[in-house]
């Protein structure tokens, strides 16, 4: 049976570009200095190490759930999105970029547990309480924002230090902060309305033309974390594993077999099972999320397809 092939890169020559950017998973090419051609690849990363083998249709969901909730969320803030001309690609503005994540957390999971568990109280400046377990609900969502770092890991950085520092002025973070929470209750609202919980995500801002504007992807599976709401009482009481909706599983299986994205580790061999399997976790991921079912694009001649799209739509700005 022939296996779906993957868009592992883009090198295209659009009219009116001035640069292109390789990032983990996305290629960004910049037009007339203005606006930014996104193409989402099928490439996928963990532990900061981009893996041998792409996953067919992964870009095509990380696009979809990105530009549906851009949609959903553009009465809370204006976004860079102007149109999504290919399942892969979104069209938008170039806005100059805020160098900080504003990552919103509901629940003690994930990095701020690891440093719980090491017997740290505080994070990003933010005092945790004692006696707290792990995937606990916090009170109050918590903001812990990181640096962000072109080469190598972002690293935490308190509300304090930003400011101080003058990495953004205080009045434009105080409403980074109201926004980062606007966008959280809703999306939190509407993952349990798919019978899921919000766990914790990251939003990045820039701006634009004197204004705030939210830019790249917001809450797919790879900013974001998600449990199943079914059973998360019980698992939580019980001190088991929830259930998540997320990337998570591809690092599990990463450390299970011997890679942590350490010096002198090898990543394992991805067969074409294992890199069918996880084609097939991100669409459920995005019938879960959306609520919709997921049609696949045609991969046949797909950069041709893109490329044409693209310098229809670019002709339109």
């Known amino acids: 049976m022939r296996k779906d092939v993957a868009l592992l890169k883009t090198d295209f020559a659009f009219e009116g570009m001035t640069s292109r950017y390789e990032g983990k998973v ?15 690849t099928d490439r996928i990363s963990a532990f900061d190490v981009i893996l041998p083998k792409g996953i067919p249709y992964k870009g095509q969901v990380l696009n979809r759930i990105a530009v549906k909730f851009l949609d959903a969320t553009a009465g809370i ?70 640096t962000k770092a072109d080469f190598g890991h972002d690293e935490d950085i308190s509300k304090e230090e930003i400011i101080r520092s003058g990495l953004i002025p205080a009045d434009e973070y105080e409403e980074l902060e109201r926004l980062s929470l606007a966008l ?23 701006k634009w033309k004197e204004e705030i504007i939210l830019i790249d992807e917001i809450h797919t599976p790879d900013s974001s974390r998600y449990f199943y ?69 045609d991969l046949n001649n797909v950069e041709d397809e893109i490329y044409r799209n693209v310098e229809e739509e670019l002709k339109k700005l």
């Open 77 to 146: 803030v204006s976004n860079w999105k102007i149109s999504s001309p290919h399942p892969n690609v979104t069209i938008g503005y170039k806005a100059e970029p805020y160098k900080v994540e504003m990552v919103v957390r509901g629940y003690l999971t994930g990095h701020a547990w690891r440093e719980y568990r090491l017997g740290k109280r505080e994070l990003c400046g933010i005092s945790l309480p004692e006696g707290m377990k792990e995937h606990q609900r916090f009170s109050e969502p918590i903001i812990t924002p990181t």
């Open 229 to 297: 709401a079914d059973g998360y009482e019980e698992r939580f009481a019980k001190g088991e594993p929830q259930r998540q909706l997320s990337k998570e599983f591809v690092r599990e299986w990463l450390i299970e077999n011997g890679f942590q994205g350490k010096e002198g580790q090898q990543v394992p061999e991805m067969t074409p099972d294992f890199v069918e399997e996880i084609s097939q976790r991100y669409i459920e991921l995005y019938e879960k999320i959306t609520g919709e079912s997921f049609e696949k694009g």
């Open 26 to 40: 996305r290629d960004v090419y910049t037009i007339r200095d203005q606006y930014m051609v996104m193409v989402v």
């Open 184 to 206: 959280f209750k809703r999306g939190t609202e509407m993952a349990a309305e798919k019978g899921l919980i919000l766990v914790d995500t990251k939003y990045e801002f820039g």
